[in-house]
């Protein structure tokens, strides 16, 4: 998916470029090493469809990254950073000392999986500087979709499929079956630790190089630090821009452009006994190109 910004004067467009990979409902396996993709975890796909079965797969891998059908996120705000947004201190907090605000609004909701939105225009354009940082504003909520299909013992194909649930902040169970139909379902992120109250997700290594790091926050102006899972209502994600690798815009630069894809990594599958068990979100790094 692109995002393209319209600018004005010398740059003529730009874009922000985010690669999903995770701030998760899945808090554990986001804090501890990159997880495995599906793809490579469970074997390639044909026609779609995992070769693997539960036996095959069995206990030795629990969780994998995957396609989501649907990822809606709601943007709020997008920005360039000389140095990293978020503070030290108890609690962290989130300062703009240092950005530029590319892009703001309140709220443009997109489906990352299947769809192209268009930005509103950044009055002027970011001065020629050396961008170590990005960071995007979204609204904590994600709307999600998807399902897996594995072989079972006599050669069969076996679909699983996402659950619409009550609780929004659970992942859903599956339905077992050839015709399961995927559901919506929604999925709240208002805590960054499995024990107690965390708003801030340290910053960790993202598929490729560079860090993501990420701030629970209130919705008012000051984006005030959220202190317990009530007050959380937007989600700043912070990522070193292409790997840790800077963006530089200067005189000669055009535009920049940002693209978001979920392929094979903005879905996390949870498996026990080789059979998926639960779906979630999974987060987002930046890939950057200024022309």
Excluded: W
């Excluded at 209130?218 to 209502?233: G, P, V």
Aim: some cysteine; glycine content about 8%.
């Amino acid at each position: 998916m692109n995002l393209k910004q319209n600018l004005l004067k010398n740059i003529s467009s730009i874009a922000f470029g985010f690669g999903l990979i995770s701030f998760t409902a899945f808090t554990g396996v986001a804090k501890a090493e990159e997880p495995a993709k599906c793809i490579d975890a469970i074997g390639a796909k044909v026609d779609g469809k995992y070769t693997k079965t539960p036996t095959d797969i069995g206990n030795e891998m629990d969780f994998c990254t995957d396609t989501p059908e649907r990822f809606v996120i709601t943007i709020h705000e997008l920005g360039l950073c000389t140095a990293q947004p978020i503070q030290t201190g108890d609690p962290r907090t989130f300062s703009k000392d240092e950005c530029v605000v590319t892009m703001t609004s309140s709220g443009i909701t997109a489906d990352i999986a299947n769809s192209t939105v268009d930005l509103p225009s950044m009055s002027g354009r970011p001065p020629s500087n050396t961008y170590k940082y990005a960071y995007i504003i979204i609204t904590n909520t994600f709307g999600l979709r998807g399902s897996v299909t594995l072989k079972n013992d006599a050669g069969a194909d076996v679909k699983y499929c996402s659950q619409n649930t009550e609780d929004a902040n659970s992942t859903p169970g599956t339905l077992e079956g050839n015709f399961c139909t995927p559901e919506n379902h929604t999925e709240v992120l208002n805590n960054f630790n499995d024990e107690g109250f965390s708003a801030y997700f340290p910053e960790n290594i993202m598929d490729g190089g560079g860090k993501i790091s990420a701030l629970l926050t209130a919705a008012d102006a000051n984006l005030t630090t959220a202190t317990e899972e009530s007050e959380a209502k937007r989600l700043i994600g912070v990522f070193e821009t292409n790997s840790g690798s800077p963006v530089v815009i200067n005189n000669d630069t055009n535009g920049l452009e940002m693209q978001l894809t979920v392929t094979n990594i903005g879905y996390g599958i949870e498996f026990r006994d080789g059979e998926p068990l639960d779906f979630g979100s999974m987060p987002f790094k930046p890939i950057f190109d200024t022309f």
